[in-house]
Nanobody, 117 residues
């Protein structure tokens, strides 16, 4: 079993920055890939970013490429999402998730990010 706790969300003006964190516990964090997803009101949950077990490979949704950076600190069992140049359309609940083999099997409770125009 893996427990994930996100933090760092909040209200920010357009153009601002936030850094989300996701602390993991329960199993060997460093062996798993991690991802960030988001869900805006009335919309489907969508992929934001992915990082492999070592942090050496990352993938981003086109909508956030060049503005968001995913990273991880395996010594702290934590994955981060640095979000810069935020836009109102980035407003959503952000979730982190653990990818054990093929699918994302464990999810956090989410943290709200609101970007005002």
């Amino acid at each position: 079993q893996v427990q994930l706790v996100e933090a760092g969300g909040g209200l920010v003006q357009a153009g601002g920055s936030l850094r989300l964190s996701c602390a993991a516990s329960g199993r060997t964090f460093s062996t798993y890939a991690m991802g960030w997803f988001r869900q805006a009101p009335g919309k489907e949950r969508e992929f934001v970013a992915h990082i492999n077990w070592s942090g050496g490979s990352t993938t981003y949704a086109d909508s956030v490429k060049g503005r968001f950076t995913i990273s991880r600190d395996n010594a702290k069992n934590t994955v981060y999402l640095q979000m810069n140049s935020l836009k109102p359309e980035d407003t959503a609940v952000y979730y982190c998730a653990v990818k054990t083999v093929v699918t994302y099997d464990y999810w956090g409770q989410g943290t709200q990010v609101t970007v005002s125009s």
